[in-house]
């Protein structure tokens, strides 16, 4: 048997922190003890002075080498969770994609073997339903069996992922009666590509206007109708990358009211805003969708505050990265778009860098406690997708997915020096608090003295139970 022992550190959950050493046997947690009260040999030492001893993050949205726009997020399996294990993120949960006329199962099955002896860390699959028919409303079942019990559905992008409110009350109905989540996109695509439309006509093709057009009252109106849909049916529903504080209004309504309904926001909802998509093109940077929001509207303050009181429970990436110039695999990307903002790929880098910007912008600013840190970086999702106690916390039987995090720390985010396979970070040269140090996967120290030691495969697919948050 493998012994590690994590010493001198304080171990953090999202309701202890302890002065505690911690025993790994193999790939679990064997104990947790009072420094010094406990006889320990063993052959990995790992020394955590003035460190915290932190679950590994678990980003539950991901979009490694997806197809958009006529070209693939930059970050493939290998690379990507390479780069989150070196963020400290020891899981993620990314979306398999059914197409237009195709099969769900065969869509997972197609995205199983992306993955599959390529991944640095754990992963699951939540599935993007885009063709809701007979045929997916069976797959939708035998998906949850194979351990996919999320599904993603899109009132955005019409002729591409959309469904209509009938195809969403059809998926909801089903995973109503199977206890599976639908996860939606909430924005509405049909009013969007209207005012898309008009703005490029008016000769409005600069990458600011992706953001303007992309108002924020239609992502409010949008997660209203998708709560709406939810309660009629029974369905639960997990609202994904909420960026406006109308569609938080709307999710912390619904809570109170006592519907299983959630969220999460990302860290560019939380730090960025609508000005860093001037600039002339370099905005592209920073084309997601929903679209960065106007600082002076209040949204970033609003979401904060969600994650003070749990109107929001977790934070993701949405990490979908396109280079600026070629990629070296997948050639073009954002600029597609040149001389038409609607072209341009929809996605940023950010599964790196999720942990050190909560942690520094959340933690050290004193916009959310240490625990909360930890809830809505790992507990919360491990909880909502069905993986706790297996992961998301420190706990005799968990796995040992464990962050060594340096809280004082410091360092600067650059693209020359992270590991995600893309020309440029969508937070260069800020200056972040909190270093991690030391990162253990199932047991096994991955990172620790600014390397990587571990290999593509060494992650495994996660088959996830229903949510643990429903009621
Ligand atoms: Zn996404």
Redesign the pocket.
Known sequence: MAKTLIKNGTVVTATEKMEADVLVEDDKVAAIFAPGTMEVSAETVVDAKACLVIPGGIDV?T?MELPFGGTFAADTFETGTRAAAWGGTTTIID?AVQTKGESAMEGWEAWMEKARGNCAIDYGFHMITGDINDQTIKEMELLVREGVTSFKMFMAYPGVFYSDDGQILRAMQKAAEDGSTICM?AENGIAIDVLVEQALERGETDPIYHGMVRRSILEGEATHRAIKLAELTGAQLYI??LSAWEALDEVTLARDEGLNVWAETCPQYLFLSLDDLGNGFEGAKYVCSPPLRDEDEGHQERLWRGLRTNDLQIVST?H?PFCMGDHHTFGTQKQLGRGDFSKIPNGMPGVENRMELIYSGGVDEGRISLNRFVEITATAPAKMFGLFPKKGTIAVGSDADIVVFDPDGTHVISADTHHMDVDYSAYEGWEMTGNVKTVLSKGKVIISDDSYHGKPGDGEYLARGQSQLSV
Do not use: A, S, Y
């Open positions: 949205h979009h979306f996109h994904v990358h949405d979908c």
